[in-house]
């Protein structure tokens, strides 16, 4: 039974972080996480602290950097903004963004974003 339940609460995990991944450009609560794994918010609440080691919300913050950190490395020169990745990851408040953003990389999303930029090009309000 013990197993048949930890089975379970894996696979909600699983079904969680995908639904992160899926809807990551939309604002996202722990009730959307439990709804959409089939537990309680407590359970959800659990099994990302027991797995990752932090709460559901920090885990989608984190995940969103990630995502944001990837699209600023790996954009085509000038193609985006750090506010269109911002936005495309789920922030909708940029000085937030660029303050947790900063924390976790060491550097502004600006300039990450101008490190993708070929030298010598035009600055364009870039670093």
Known sequence: MAARDA???QRGLDIAVAFVS???DEKIR???LSA???VSNRTMGY???RVYGTTPMA???NQRLARAHDLLEHSKPFSKTV???ARSCGFT???QFAVDYKHRFGESPSETLCRTRPPGAANSGCC
């Open 59 to 61: 885990f989608v913050k």
């Open 47 to 49: 099994l990302f602290s």
């Open 30 to 32: 722990l009730s959307d």
């Open 22 to 24: 899926r809807h990551m």
């Open 83 to 85: 506010s269109d990745v």
């Open 7 to 9: 089975t379970k609460q």
């Open 93 to 95: 408040h940029m000085g």
């Open 36 to 38: 959409a794994a089939g």
